[in-house]
T-cell receptor, first 112, second 115 residues
Framework: GDSVTQMEGPVTLSEEAFLTINCTYT??????LFWYVQYPGEGLQLLLK?????DKGSNKGFEATYRKETTSFHLEKGSVQVSDSAVYFC???????????FGTGTQLKVEL | GAGVSQTPSNKVTEKGKYVELRCDPI?????LYWYRQSLGQGPEFLIY????????DSGLPNDRFFAVRPEGSVSTLKIQRTERGDSAVYLC?????????????FGEGSRLTVL
């Protein structure tokens, strides 16, 4: 079945540091890939997505590139801020289905 | 406009009791989803509604779990004979149509604790 593997957290960084959160997947067919973020006290919200190989999703300074050859969708940001502290979830959707398969989440803490 | 609203935000119950969790989606969203998130895990799909009908209930773990959406708006997740293993955060999400699956708008969840 479909699955998503994320690097374990928590990840603690200093402000302005470079961020990478690794995500790899296993799926039948050609999935669409997503990063969701959950800020403290809030619901999950879509951060970015990519629907086909080599697509790059980007939003709020975050980027992720759909790499079919390595089945990866790593999340990156060049300079994190304290306000980026949150839990980040990688997810996939296959075909025309409605179900998202999520990873276990990676907690990011950014300190001054 | 208002986001997805879930009530109660917290529910503590005893093993064997019946529980209802309510979800009020964003107005006009026809698709509604229930997920369950256990501690340290990502959300797991339970059921999906398109309008009033359950289009996919393959994620419901057993027949103690049931969900309805009688008027195509508010949905209720019902859990009978609760067990300690049912303790989790139950998330509701909605989207404008099923075709935009993946771009879901989530509520803050209902945290269920079964003692």
């Amino acid at each position: 079945g479909d699955s998503v593997t994320q690097m374990e957290g928590p990840v603690t960084l200093s402000e302005e540091a470079f961020l990478t959160i690794n995500c790899t997947y296993t799926a039948t067919g050609y999935p669409s890939l997503f990063w969701y973020v959950q800020y403290p006290g809030e619901g999950l919200q879509l951060l970015l997505k990519a629907t086909k190989a080599d697509d790059k999703g980007s939003n709020k300074g975050f980027e992720a590139t759909y790499r079919k050859e390595t089945t990866s969708f790593h999340l990156e940001k060049g300079s994190v801020q304290v306000s980026d502290s949150a839990v980040y979830f990688c997810a996939l959707r296959t075909g025309g289905g409605n179900k998202l398969t999520f990873g276990t989440g990676t907690q990011l803490k950014v300190e001054l | 406009g208002a986001g997805v609203s879930q009530t109660p935000s917290n529910k503590v119950t005893e093993k064997g009791k019946y529980v209802e969790l309510r979800c009020d989606p964003i107005s006009g969203h026809t698709a509604l989803y229930w997920y369950r998130q256990s501690l340290g895990q990502g959300p797991e799909f339970l059921i999906y509604f398109q309008g009033t009908g359950a289009a996919d209930d393959s994620g419901l773990p057993n027949d103690r779990f049931f969900a309805v959406r009688p008027e195509g708006s508010v949905s209720t997740l019902k859990i009978q004979r609760t067990e300690r293993g049912d303790s989790a955060v139950y998330l509701c999400a909605s989207s404008p149509t099923s075709g935009t699956a993946g771009e879901l708008f989530f509520g803050e969840g209902s945290r269920l604790t079964v003692l």
